[in-house]
């Protein structure tokens, strides 16, 4: 009787050391579940604290940028007025970051389109240097020529023709713009008719029209135009072997989309360059585009625009 009461009771020991057992090990599963979502959850939480933490670095510097550029604008007073059109150029790529910060935006992009914007800025205060000492230039040389003249009206007749060299000299010291810069996306029909177009598919033509400003100190004769006109993955289109359509830029080889060469006098003129897909090439990306526009060795304008 003994052993027949013994044996169910060493049967539930048994079961209940596995129920045991089972528990612990459903445990331990349940608990390395719960900590790995834990753990992933923290990890997209510092993901997002990390981005917003860089969309306020980038933000603070193009704060920083444009509130010193306003600076200068105040301290050079009426003279900042001559520099109207880089001003303009400023304010656009600053509009143009901005509107990538409170949207999508890459950070890798928006620091690029910054360091381009603070190259611009630095050139405008470094043209303004140069027009504020040719101006001090010529109040010191007015004041000299007031004390070497003891007519009133032989003093009046050189400081009037003072005045006027200030102004060729304030106009000479800029450098060749391209201004109203606009990229046209084109579709050519079999045809022949010409359209426009934002769709990429249709796209096998794009014109870029500006005017190159005009400036009495820059040397007359042939300028060489180049556009680069660069794809929404920056890849550069090219009118051919893209070996073989470069120029040199800041002594560096770079490729270029369109060339032409035009007689400049000194006055403004406006041009009209074209790109030509040929019919070997892959569509048009959707996406936005980015044009430059070179002459003397230097970028001399911008504008951009959006296939899709």
């Given at each position: 009787?003994?052993?027949?009461?013994?044996?169910?009771?060493?049967?539930q020991?048994?079961?209940?050391?596995?129920?045991?057992?089972?528990l612990?090990?459903?445990?331990?599963?349940?608990?390395?579940?719960?900590?790995n979502?834990?753990?992933?959850?923290?990890?997209?939480?510092?993901?997002?604290?990390?981005?917003?933490?860089?969309?306020?670095?980038?933000?603070?510097?193009?704060?920083?940028?444009?509130?010193?550029?306003?600076?200068?604008?105040v301290?050079?007073?009426?003279?900042?007025?001559?520099?109207?059109?880089?001003?303009?150029?400023?304010?656009?790529?600053?509009?143009?970051i901005?509107?990538?910060?409170?949207y999508?935006?890459?950070?890798?992009?928006?620091?690029k389109k910054?360091?381009?914007?603070?190259?611009?800025?630095?050139?405008?205060?470094t043209?303004?240097?140069?027009?504020?000492?040719?101006?001090?230039?010529?109040?010191e040389?007015?004041?000299?020529?007031?004390r070497?003249?003891?007519?009133e009206q032989?003093?009046?007749?050189?400081?009037?023709?003072e005045?006027?060299?200030?102004?060729?000299?304030?106009?000479?010291?800029?450098?060749?713009?391209?201004?109203n810069?606009?990229?046209?996306?084109?579709?050519?029909?079999?045809?022949?008719?010409?359209?426009?177009?934002?769709?990429?598919?249709?796209?096998?033509?794009?014109?870029?029209?500006?005017?190159?400003?005009?400036?009495?100190?820059?040397?007359?004769?042939?300028?060489?135009?180049?556009?680069?006109?660069?794809?929404?993955?920056t890849?550069i289109?090219?009118?051919?072997?893209?070996?073989?359509?470069?120029?040199?830029?800041?002594?560096?080889?770079?490729?270029y989309?369109?060339y032409k060469?035009?007689?400049?006098?000194?006055?403004?003129?406006?041009?009209?360059?074209?790109?030509?897909?040929k019919?070997?090439?892959?569509?048009?990306?959707?996406?936005?585009?980015?044009?430059?526009?070179?002459?003397?060795?230097?970028?001399?304008?911008?504008?951009?625009?959006?296939?899709?």
């Amino acid at each position: 009787m003994i052993e027949k009461d013994l044996k169910p009771k060493a049967n539930q020991n048994k079961t209940s050391i596995f129920l045991w057992i089972l528990l612990a090990v459903i445990s331990i599963v349940a608990a390395y579940f719960i900590y790995n979502g834990f753990q992933k959850d923290i990890q997209l939480e510092e993901m997002a604290t990390e981005k917003e933490a860089q969309r306020i670095e980038l933000q603070v510097q193009l704060d920083s940028l444009v509130a010193e550029h306003e600076q200068i604008k105040v301290a050079y007073g009426e003279l900042s007025e001559t520099m109207s059109v880089k001003d303009s150029l400023i304010m656009a790529d600053a509009k143009e970051i901005k509107h990538l910060l409170n949207y999508k935006w890459d950070y890798r992009k928006v620091q690029k389109k910054l360091d381009k914007l603070r190259i611009v800025a630095q050139s405008y205060v470094t043209q303004m240097d140069s027009l504020y000492t040719v101006n001090n230039q010529l109040i010191e040389e007015n004041v000299n020529i007031k004390r070497r003249y003891n007519s009133e009206q032989r003093k009046n007749i050189v400081l009037e023709k003072e005045k006027e060299q200030l102004a060729d000299k304030i106009v000479e010291a800029s450098v060749l713009e391209a201004y109203n810069v606009v990229a046209n996306p084109i579709y050519v029909k079999r045809s022949g008719t010409e359209v426009a177009t934002n769709k990429a598919r249709r796209v096998n033509k794009i014109q870029v029209c500006f005017t190159l400003s005009k400036n009495v100190v820059l040397m007359s004769g042939v300028k060489d135009v180049y556009v680069r006109i660069a794809r929404p993955d920056t890849k550069i289109l090219s009118p051919g072997i893209a070996e073989d359509f470069v120029f040199n830029y800041q002594g560096e080889q770079i490729q270029y989309s369109i060339y032409k060469q035009t007689n400049y006098d000194n006055e403004a003129i406006d041009l009209c360059l074209e790109w030509v897909k040929k019919f070997d090439e892959i569509d048009m990306l959707k996406g936005n585009y980015e044009v430059i526009v070179f002459a003397d060795g230097q970028e001399i304008g911008t504008a951009s625009f959006v296939l899709d």
